[in-house]
């Protein structure tokens, strides 16, 4: 018996020195990578649709930024081995051996509220002309980055939804934004950024040459439309209402607040929230939202983000290319509008 408590107290400090000596690190960092990442990612999604669900209610919005993840690990075992020869004629050997393990994972995760100067730059300044020009050269249509942002451009406007101030689009800036796409896709029309110093500006370009008929009628159509100079081929995009030269093209942008709250006025709410005044009625103008968000008070079978509030699950179907792709574009105007300050210590940690 002896002999084998040996053999067995061996094999398990063996086991326990093994442990002891492999690294658990390397081993964490592709899971850990994967899941921190994704819950990231579906909790901004579902921040995102409830702040948009919190303006169609008249409520603020507010945003609370993951700005570290640390995982901290420890793992540590011990073995123990007592054992003694007896003496007497009744009194045999004795031992015993203990074996522990301990694995802990405590994960550091910091929350910082955007707030105060940081807020207001991120939600209220209106986008930068050359940033939105670029994701259309990037690939983004440029139907759903034009009806998205730009509040007019060389004078026709886009709709307003809010309820202090509605009104539809003019005919003409649905003809524009069509005319665009379908010019930008058969090489009718492209943009380009240049860097003078620290002032980058845009120009579009409206290409003369190597255009079937049908493309020189219809950028013929795009001059009009926004009272462009015949046979100028290059103009510089500038911010405001109206042009002030035969070679400017006037545009104005919103901010991001102004677009989570366009889209926000085309959400459909239950009938009785707007009966108890809780909110005012949805907008309906000549063109459907680009983005559909549905509710009901049951959780919904096939989200792809949900957020509930006032006891109505509030959600864009999975099955909605369109709207997915529409929210993905509000995700990334959310990141170009961050101005993250400096220097700025974390406001919560949860460990």
């Given at each position: ?93 004795t031992g015993s051996v203990g074996v522990g393990a301990i694995w ?36 983004w249509p440029a139907d759903l980055v034009v009806r998205l942002v ?150 919904p079978e096939f989200a792809s983000v949900a957020a509930r509030n ?42």
């Amino acid at each position: 018996m002896f002999d084998r408590l040996i053999a067995r107290a061996g094999l398990s400090l063996a086991t326990v020195a093994l442990l002891g000596c492999e690294s658990v690190g390397p081993r964490t960092v592709q899971p850990d990578q994967f899941h921190y990442g994704n819950a990231i990612q579906v909790a901004a999604s579902e921040q995102l649709l409830q702040n948009m669900v919190r303006l169609r209610y008249h409520d603020p919005p507010v945003f609370l930024a993951v700005s570290s993840v640390i995982s901290q690990y420890r793992a540590s075992a011990n073995a123990s081995l007592r054992a003694g020869i007896g003496t007497g004629v009744a009194e045999g050997d004795t031992g015993s051996v203990g074996v522990g393990a301990i694995w802990v994972d405590r994960p550091t995760i910091t929350y910082t509220p955007v707030r105060g100067r940081e807020f207001a730059k991120t939600l209220l300044t209106p986008l930068p002309i050359e940033s939105i020009f670029e994701l259309i050269r990037s690939g983004w249509p440029a139907d759903l980055v034009v009806r998205l942002v730009f509040v007019s451009i060389n004078g026709t406007t886009n709709e307003v939804t809010r309820p202090s101030r509605r009104q539809d689009a003019d005919t003409d800036f649905w003809e524009v934004i069509d005319l665009w796409r379908r010019l930008r896709d058969h090489g009718g029309i492209t943009t380009r950024v240049l860097q003078t110093g620290n002032d980058p500006h845009v120009q579009l370009i409206l290409p003369s040459r190597n255009l079937t008929p049908q493309v020189t009628t219809e950028q013929a159509r795009f001059r009009t439309l926004l009272g462009l100079e015949p046979g100028r081929d290059t103009f510089r995009v500038v911010r405001g209402l109206v042009p002030e030269a035969p070679d400017e093209i006037a545009v104005m942008t919103r901010s991001l607040r102004d677009i989570m709250e366009s889209l926000a006025w085309r959400i459909h709410v239950p009938e009785e929230h707007v009966a108890q005044g809780r909110t005012a009625e949805t907008f309906e103008g000549s063109a459907p939202s680009p983005l559909t968000v549905h509710h009901s008070r049951e959780r919904p079978e096939f989200a792809s983000v949900a957020a509930r509030n006032r006891g109505e699950w509030f959600f864009i179907d999975d099955r909605d290319r369109a709207s997915k792709r529409s929210f993905g574009f509000l995700h990334l105007l959310l990141s170009l509008a961050e101005t993250p300050e400096p220097g700025r210590g974390p406001i919560l940690t949860i460990d």
